[in-house]
């Protein structure tokens, strides 16, 4: 399938492609269009199928448009940044924060706790995947970490740094690219979607 991704972010396409093999894999500047979605959703699944539809009414037939929506979830921030991951730290800097700004306020605002199970977060992904304007799926996974007391690694992007997966034994941003597509919350997602696809 052509799969137009409902995102401008470059990072999320080479994931993408990389469990998707023999789906080509296009963002919305590929093909002329301009995609810009406020995700006001409560639901990382809601946001997900919000974009998705969006983008679909837009796109030329014959594609098929995949979303995500995927955060960080801190248990002793109840939740938090939680759908708002991208904006965390937002309404007391009165902009968007580059991602080592956001972890370095995130670091701040976990201080206090000191053990790795006081700090225990999950990263979630939420899928959506329009085919036709009946026939769309959705997905979400997550994996299970905790937060680091400082940064570590370096690869991938966003919160990557300080997010320690523990079945892994390191953090996100230190696992290359095939182990990360193996423990991740997209990586997950993204391989039960080829089992719904029929690739598996």
């Known amino acids: ?26 963002l919305p ?8 979605f406020e995700e006001n959703a409560e639901t990382f699944t809601e946001n997900a199928l919000g974009k998705a539809m969006d983008l679909a009414r837009r796109a030329p037939k014959g594609y098929a448009v995949l979303a995500d929506d995927s955060g960080l979830c801190v248990d002793a921030l ?8 991208a904006r965390y730290g937002m309404e007391v800097f009165g902009r968007l924060l580059e991602a080592q700004e956001r972890n370095a306020y995130l670091l701040e605002n976990l201080k206090s706790y000191t053990t790795d199970q006081e ?20 997905i979400c996974e997550s994996v299970d970490g905790h937060i680091t007391k400082e940064p570590y690694g370096k690869g991938g992007f966003g919160y990557d740094p300080v997010f320690h997966v523990d079945e892994a034994g390191e953090t996100m941003a230190a696992l290359g690219n095939e182990k990360k597509d193996l423990y991740s919350h997209r990586g997950r997602a993204t391989r ?7 690739d598996e």
Do not use: W
């Open 1 to 26: 399938m052509n799969i137009i991704l409902a995102t401008t972010n470059d990072h999320k396409r080479e994931e993408f492609s990389r469990i998707l093999q023999g789906h080509t894999i296009l």
């Open 29 to 36: 500047s590929d093909i002329g269009l301009v995609f810009d």
């Open 78 to 85: 109840q939740g938090a940044p939680g759908v708002r991951t």
């Open 119 to 138: 700090r225990s977060a999950h990263f979630v992904c939420a899928l959506a995947l329009v085919i036709q304007p009946y026939k769309v799926y959705t």
């Open 192 to 198: 039960l979607l080829k089992t719904l696809l029929g």
